[in-house]
């Protein structure tokens, strides 16, 4: 008598839902390191809310935008890959865009902040 997971077809069964419970979970590890970052982010914009002056009020409701901005985009992000994974499609799952987007705002907020202060003093 043959084991029930000794047949090709079974097997095949098998290594499909293996796969795709590791993208489920990559997926979430992802969504949730980029989270993370941007609450981090958010924090930091809080504290230079509460403790900082006219430019610091500035830079601060910059970086909290980003942070919004950013929860949203990648919320989107992971159920657009959800759908896709739970569809079964053959999607690419790299993300160029946002990432890129994230740094160069963060640049520009650092440039915006430099400038505020030099024409300061």
Do not use: C, W
């Given at each position: 008598?043959?084991?029930?997971?000794?047949?090709?077809?079974?097997?095949?069964?098998?290594?499909?839902?293996?796969?795709?419970?590791?993208?489920?979970?990559?997926?979430?590890?992802?969504?949730?390191?980029?989270?993370?970052?941007l609450v981090?982010?958010?924090?930091?914009?809080?504290?230079l809310l509460?403790?900082?002056?006219?430019?610091?009020?500035?830079?601060?409701?910059?970086?909290?935008?980003?942070?919004?901005?950013?929860?949203?985009?990648?919320?989107?992000?992971?159920?657009?890959?959800?759908?896709?994974?739970?569809?079964?499609?053959?999607?690419?799952?790299?993300?160029?865009?946002?990432?890129?987007?994230?740094?160069?705002?963060?640049?520009?907020?650092?440039?915006?902040?430099?400038?505020?202060?030099?024409?300061?003093s």
């Amino acid at each position: 008598m043959s084991h029930p997971h000794s047949t090709g077809e079974e097997e095949v069964e098998l290594d499909t839902a293996s796969t795709e419970a590791k993208l489920i979970f990559a997926n979430e590890r992802t969504f949730l390191s980029y989270m993370y970052l941007l609450v981090l982010l958010a924090g930091i914009s809080l504290g230079l809310l509460n403790f900082g002056d006219k430019e610091a009020l500035i830079l601060a409701t910059i970086i909290a935008v980003l942070s919004i901005l950013g929860m949203v985009y990648y919320l989107d992000v992971y159920q657009s890959r959800v759908t896709a994974i739970r569809m079964g499609g053959e999607e690419v799952f790299t993300d160029r865009t946002g990432p890129t987007f994230v740094v160069l705002a963060l640049l520009v907020a650092a440039i915006t902040n430099f400038m505020m202060q030099f024409k300061e003093s």
